[in-house]
């Protein structure tokens, strides 16, 4: 068996079966692990390269994962997801409002190196608006994040709200740049407050001059989607160009306000003058 999906949780020994045939390469699962005791643990993972975590698995197979990543001594070559860390390629998760993004939370899965695809859906409120914003990353944590996992192309860390109350800022979406060269789709909550005091401080910090030298990824699509932003006219070419100097082929900036519809207008025509530039060179 090659692929498994199912639409209910399963039996704990239904899942401890499927963990032990290996040549299964894709599982979709619903519902947690087993609670293993410290002498049951499973010996191994097979090498998965799609792994799909329903509503409600997230926080009981990724603790799963620490706790078999931990008891693992410094000696041993071989651990229990050695094959799975080399082969996962894409990891997506599904959730109710209410998951909550932190570093218990991305921690684990900074251990799958090889991710090409994270994908964590996930709404921070309900139809009710009852849920607070769950992104508590900072730009420290992203930039973690961003150096563990460098074959990302899609990186979807929940859609983005409109609270504005993050700990991220447009500093960590550079670091995601430069680490992650290969990345084509971001999806992220950032801070838009102090954007311009913010961009501003990237142009002038000796250390992110540095960094501005490097390659950086090849992004053409920023999914802001309920980011909230507010910009005077001069505003909009500090934004533009500012986002074009993270991202050199960025086309656009998608969010549900109609002002990022104007800043991916100016991003176009920064990137018109950017051409024409290079050109006459």
């Not at 209910?8 to 899942?15: E, F, K, M, R, Y």
């Not at 090889?114 to 009710?128: K, Q, T």
């Not at 607070?132 to 192309?153: I, S």
Request: charged residues 20%.
């Amino acid at each position: 068996m090659k692929e498994f999906a199912s639409p209910v949780s399963l039996s704990d020994a239904a899942i401890n079966h499927l963990i032990q045939l290996p040549n299964l390469r894709a599982w979709r699962v619903k519902g947690p692990p087993p609670s293993y005791s410290a002498s049951s643990l499973p010996p191994t993972f097979p090498p998965l390269v799609e792994f799909t975590l329903g509503e409600g698995a997230a926080h009981g197979w990724l603790s799963l994962f620490e706790r078999l990543e931990g008891r693992v001594p410094s000696t041993q070559t071989m651990t229990p997801l050695s094959k799975v860390k080399e082969s996962l390629e894409s990891l997506k998760v599904n959730n109710r409002p209410g998951l909550i993004i932190d570093v218990s939370f991305t921690s684990p899965i900074q251990l799958f190196r090889n991710l090409v695809y994270l994908n964590v859906v996930v709404h921070c409120r309900d139809s009710d608006y009852r849920e607070p914003c769950g992104f508590k990353l900072n730009d420290a944590n992203v930039t973690e994040l961003a150096m563990a996992l460098p074959g990302l192309e899609s990186l979807f860390l929940g859609r983005p709200c409109y609270e504005n109350t993050c700990a991220t800022t447009v500093a960590c979406l550079l670091q995601i740049s430069i680490h992650c060269v290969k990345l084509r789709i971001l999806e992220i909550h950032f801070d838009t407050t102090n954007i311009l005091d913010d961009l501003k401080s990237i142009l002038a910090d000796p250390q992110f001059q540095t960094l501005h030298s490097l390659p950086r990824c090849v992004l053409t699509h920023l999914d802001t989607y309920q980011i909230p932003l507010a910009l005077d006219e001069p505003g909009f070419e500090t934004v533009a160009n500012g986002m074009v100097g993270i991202f050199p082929s960025l086309k656009c900036c998608a969010g549900i306000e109609e002002i990022w519809d104007k800043v991916s207008e100016r991003i176009v025509e920064t990137q018109e003058v950017r051409t024409l530039l290079v050109g006459r060179w």
